[in-house]
């Protein structure tokens, strides 16, 4: 395990302190700080220490939630059949009507026309990459949701995606639950939220280098 990778990939919010800034001293301010310094640094060594065991990973990502995106490990998937990556999509729409429903809205360089769909809120399209389809799904991260639940068997990675944080899912298939669709099982998949928009690629024989490649030339113009 990479710890100062992993360290730099946690997103960690800083609590504000002008107000503190400026009743204290500056020799006072320098050692009320090395606390909260000292307890967070142990706290993210902490965090990611437990990821590398599966028990302590599971509970830590029963609660994760990556913009639109929920994470939730469990101990038995719910039942979920399998279905083609286009199915349940939405209506077609515009890419105008697209971007009215996600702003920020990326799309992959591939030859030909791209069928756009949406449901939900949720933007999706299934463009072929190296002869194979791949979803690519997209939403507002305040509005709505996209739900997954993982077993133990399916790993949890995290990575950076666009000089941003995501996560890399990978192994055994999980569930996942589309805006207004029955569950369906989901292959590898590549979870990013950036500038208030959450991403998503997926295919079953995605390899993660892939993935990453194709986060990474994702353009906003077609």
Do not use: C
């Not at 800083?14 to 090395?34: I, K, M, N």
């Amino acid at each position: 395990m990479d710890l100062e990778r992993e360290l730099r990939a946690l997103d960690v919010e800083w609590p504000p302190t002008p107000h503190l800034r400026l009743a204290l001293e500056p020799r006072v301010r320098r050692r009320s700080r090395r606390p909260l310094v000292a307890v967070v640094a142990l706290a993210l060594v902490a965090i990611v220490a437990a990821l590398a065991v599966p028990q302590s990973r599971g509970a830590i990502l029963r609660f994760l939630h990556l913009g639109g995106e929920s994470i939730e490990f469990v101990q038995t998937l719910p039942p979920a059949g399998e279905r083609p990556l286009g199915a349940g999509l939405g209506p077609p729409v515009s890419e105008s009507e697209a971007r009215a429903s996600v702003p920020a809205l990326l799309l992959p360089q591939v030859a030909g026309r791209l069928r756009l769909h949406e449901s939900g809120g949720v933007v999706s399209v299934v463009f072929a990459h190296a002869g194979r389809p791949v979803l690519l799904s997209e939403l507002p991260s305040g509005q709505g949701y996209l739900l997954k639940k993982l077993a133990g068997t399916t790993n949890a990675e995290w990575v950076d995606v666009r000089g941003t944080s995501g996560l890399w899912l990978s192994g055994a298939p999980h569930v996942f639950f589309f805006p207004r669709e029955p569950a369906r099982l989901a292959g590898n998949t590549l979870v990013w939220e950036s500038g208030g928009t959450t991403y998503r690629l997926e295919a079953p024989d995605l390899a993660k280098a892939d993935a990453l490649a194709l986060a990474a030339s994702l353009t906003d113009t077609p």
